[in-house]
């Protein structure tokens, strides 16, 4: 049993309004005995005023939660931050303004338009938006440290616009494998995150055949979360997750407490 969701949302997220609280209780019901508040900023985001985390107040609001279920579940305060290219003097001062327990660096933004919208994909065939993304993803990897696995690599694929179409790791396994070893050379892990099955994906994101290459090229830091924005989402399809990472050749999962990666048998 998974007992730890390392990527949750609440009202602090532009994109949920759901309170701290209810997500609390919803792990705990749910058997956890870890839950990792990991809210967003993204910085310069295409929508202008979105995903902008008011810092002071989440923090202070998530410290005063962590004290009141001290005795019942641990909590980890934690921020998902969107990563750009031409943040690069930015996003580490965000970063490094508050001792959190575990940053996620994520792509949301590619050229200053996001995958969610259906602008992105006009004027160019899917390969090559698909194919920009991950360029992008390599150009954060390489430019930021101020993270602690990278979230949800292929998020791309779960807005792309016409699902019945295959999509194969393959395709793009050059520059995927690009991606996966310069994480491992800088010592960053990346995440399993069931919100795939949400969105009415057969894999989590990533899918299992790149979790299967990361692990073959000697990776090791693997978090599990849910990406939930609803009390409903919390440890979403976790049953499915030890025997997919063990067949993909994990025996271990990983928490994040002070920035510092503790690894649990699956």
Request: hydrophobic share 35%.
């Amino acid at each position: 049993m998974i007992i730890a969701d390392c990527h949750t949302h609440t009202a602090f997220s532009s994109d949920s309004d759901t309170k701290p609280e209810k997500q609390v209780q919803s792990a705990l019901a749910k058997g956890l005995s870890y839950i990792c508040f990991t809210d967003h900023e993204d910085m310069d985001y295409c929508s202008p005023n979105e995903f902008q985390l008011d810092l002071p107040s989440y923090t202070a609001y998530m410290e005063q939660l962590r004290a009141s279920y001290t005795n019942q579940i641990s909590i980890g305060i934690g921020v998902e931050i969107g990563l750009q290219p031409h943040l690069t003097d930015k996003l580490p001062l965000f970063a490094a303004a508050y001792p959190f327990d575990f940053i996620i660096g994520s792509s949301h933004m590619v050229q200053h338009m996001d995958p969610y919208y259906s602008q992105f994909w006009e004027g160019r065939s899917e390969k090559q938006s698909i194919f920009s993304y991950y360029e992008d993803t390599l150009k954060n990897i390489e430019r930021f440290d101020c993270f602690d696995v990278y979230g949800h690599i292929d998020y791309i694929i779960r807005y792309h616009p016409d699902k019945t179409k295959p999509y194969h790791y393959i395709d793009y396994a050059d520059i995927l494998d690009e991606i996966l070893k310069t994480l491992i050379q800088k010592g960053k892990g990346i995440e399993c995150n069931t919100a795939g099955f949400k969105y009415g994906l057969s894999e989590p994101n990533p899918e299992r055949a790149l979790l299967t290459r990361y692990r073959e090229l000697g990776g090791e830091i693997i978090t599990i979360g849910s990406d939930a924005h609803k009390p409903e989402h919390i440890a979403y399809d976790f049953a499915k997750i030890p025997d997919l990472l063990s067949e993909c050749g994990f025996r271990y999962y990983t928490v994040f407490q002070q920035r510092k990666p503790n690894f649990i048998a699956l």
